[in-house]
Structure formats: structure tokens, C-alpha cells
């Protein structure tokens, strides 16, 4: 087959764009700079748009400057976004519908959103599963919508693992407390939007 040099030059512009539509497909990443060291999460956008979405923004605001891993409990998970030093609430942006049905497991090492009794409660806060908690998946929970996973932790795992170990006290009604702060210094996207 020969083609003609408008074909062919036409094929390298096609070629010449695909790096670029490729990157602009990339997932997302966002470090979570800690007191305790470094977590990067890759978010996954097809199975959770809406959350992505949220956390992303919340991400660009600098919502999370400065917050805590407020909740910790061992061979279970970690639980951060929502709270600054001394246990005071961040206010929030309305609550997000659950996307839990999305195929994505609460395994160990994935990020998933915190939520009250009412499914479409997801504002701010988040959670890194310690070990495979797969009661928490929609099709095994108690109340039948589980929690939505949107990414996995590709870095900083060990991280996670120290914070999963320190002590915790009760700060009023708020069990599983860290008694030294564990702080969210800061999160920035490392990749994607």
C-alpha cells in the first residue's frame, strides 16, 4: 500500500498528539504531605468520578492544610480531612452521592470516603484501609451501600502503616484520637488535573 505525503504527514500530527492526549488521560496523583512522612495517592476518576471530583477540589482549595489523621484505629484504617488541632471541624461543601457500586474493593492500601448513616453524607474526610476490609464494600455491608473507594495509596505505604500505630486516646466524644497530632501538612496534585 503507498500513501501520499499529505497521508503521511497527517499520520505524524495524529502521532504527534497522542503523548498529549495520553498524559491528559493520565490519573490523577496527590501527595499528602504528613509530620509522619509522604503518601501518594492515584485516584481513580472511570469508577468515581463525582468523588474524585470532590477530593480534587478540595485538594486545589488547600482545604486540607493543617487538618489531622483524627482517627485511628489499628488493623483497621486511618481517617483524616475534616478535623484542624484540638479536634475543631472544618466547615465543608454540601455532601456528595455515593459511588460505592463501583467496582473497587476496600483493600488494603485504598482511599475511600468517611460518611455519617446517610450514604450520600461524603463532604471532606477520607480514609486509607489498613488491611483488606471488605465488609465495608456495598455488597457485604450492613446497611447495603458501604463506603466508595476512589484511588490506592502508590507510595508511602510504610507511612500509613506508622500512623496506623500510634497511641490514641478519647478527646471528648471523638474516640481513637492520636495523642500527638498527626498532621495533614499539606496535599499537592503530583499528576494529572
Same mark, same amino acid.
Given at each position: 500500500?503507498?500513501?501520499?505525503?499529505?497521508?503521511?504527514?497527517?499520520?505524524?500530527?495524529?502521532?504527534?498528539?497522542?503523548?498529549?492526549?495520553?498524559?491528559?488521560?493520565?490519573?490523577?496523583?496527590?501527595?499528602?504531605?504528613?509530620?509522619?512522612?509522604?503518601?501518594?495517592?492515584?485516584?481513580?476518576?472511570?469508577?468515581?468520578? $463525582?468523588?474524585?471530583?470532590?477530593?480534587? =477540589?478540595?485538594?486545589?482549595?488547600?482545604? !486540607?492544610?493543617? #487538618?489531622? @489523621?483524627?482517627? *485511628? +484505629?489499628?488493623?483497621?484504617?486511618?481517617?483524616?480531612?475534616?478535623?484542624?488541632?484540638?479536634?475543631?471541624?472544618?466547615?465543608?461543601?454540601?455532601?456528595?452521592?455515593?459511588?460505592?457500586?463501583?467496582?473497587?474493593?476496600?483493600?488494603?492500601?485504598?482511599?475511600?470516603?468517611?460518611?455519617?448513616?446517610?450514604?450520600?453524607?461524603?463532604?471532606?474526610?477520607?480514609?486509607?484501609?489498613? $488491611?483488606?476490609?471488605?465488609?465495608?464494600? =456495598?455488597?457485604?455491608?450492613?446497611?447495603? !451501600?458501604?463506603? #466508595?473507594? @476512589?484511588?490506592? *495509596? +502508590?507510595?508511602?505505604?510504610?507511612?500509613?502503616?506508622?500512623?496506623?500505630?500510634?497511641?490514641?486516646?478519647?478527646?471528648?466524644?471523638?474516640?481513637?484520637?492520636?495523642?500527638?497530632?498527626?498532621?495533614?501538612?499539606?496535599?499537592?496534585?503530583?499528576?494529572?488535573?
Amino acid at each position: 500500500m503507498i500513501i501520499s505525503r499529505r497521508q503521511f504527514a497527517g499520520a505524524l500530527a495524529a502521532l504527534a498528539i497522542l503523548p498529549a492526549a495520553l498524559a491528559a488521560q493520565a490519573a490523577p496523583q496527590v501527595k499528602i504531605e504528613t509530620n509522619m512522612g509522604d503518601i501518594t495517592v492515584e485516584l481513580n476518576e472511570k469508577a468515581a468520578p $463525582k468523588t474524585v471530583a470532590n477530593f480534587l =477540589a478540595y485538594v486545589k482549595s488547600g482545604f !486540607y492544610k493543617n #487538618t489531622l @489523621f483524627h482517627r *485511628v +484505629i489499628p488493623n483497621f484504617m486511618i481517617q483524616g480531612g475534616g478535623f484542624t488541632s484540638g479536634m475543631d471541624e472544618k466547615d465543608t461543601r454540601a455532601p456528595i452521592p455515593i459511588e460505592s457500586r463501583n467496582g473497587l474493593s476496600n483493600a488494603r492500601g485504598t482511599i475511600a470516603m468517611a460518611r455519617t448513616n446517610d450514604p450520600n453524607s461524603a463532604t471532606s474526610q477520607f480514609f486509607i484501609n489498613v $488491611k483488606d476490609n471488605h465488609f465495608l464494600n =456495598a455488597n457485604a455491608s450492613r446497611d447495603g !451501600y458501604g463506603y #466508595t473507594v @476512589f484511588g490506592k *495509596v +502508590i507510595a508511602g505505604m510504610n507511612t500509613v502503616d506508622a500512623i496506623a500505630r500510634v497511641k490514641t486516646h478519647s478527646v471528648g466524644y471523638f474516640d481513637d484520637v492520636p495523642i500527638r497530632d498527626v498532621v495533614i501538612k499539606k496535599m499537592t496534585i503530583v499528576k494529572g488535573k
